[in-house]
Nanobody, 114 residues
């Protein structure tokens, strides 16, 4: 069973930046398309960025041009660079495979103040 551990969240002012990391156990990470998801209070979890095994990214319209997803297969780690943060980006951020095959981690809280 793959374990996912997210980190890097915090409190930041609007316009600021954060870099999230997701450490995954198990070699299945290398053969999985991965994604970053977020869930704001009272809202459904949504995928904001995805990346293929060949590192081709795709983004939700709400974050395109501001967020950058990347992966380091040698380290079994997924990243999300978040720039020009907005208050509406406030949420708990999670990583998982695109198909959400793995058990969810605890997530990392991102809070953007106006």
């Amino acid at each position: 069973q793959v374990q996912l551990v997210e980190s890097g969240g915090g409190l930041v002012q609007a316009g600021g930046s954060l870099r999230l990391s997701c450490a995954a156990s198990g070699s299945i990470f290398v053969i999985s398309a991965m994604g970053w998801f977020r869930q704001a209070p009272g809202k459904q979890r949504e995928m904001v960025a995805g990346i293929t095994t060949g590192s081709s990214p795709n983004y939700a319209d709400s974050v395109r041009g501001r967020f950058t997803i990347s992966r380091d297969n040698a380290k079994n780690t997924l990243y999300l660079q978040m720039d020009s943060l907005k208050p509406e980006d406030t949420a708990v951020y999670y990583c998982n495979s695109i198909l959400q095959r793995f058990k969810w981690g605890q997530g990392t809280q991102v809070t953007v103040s106006s």
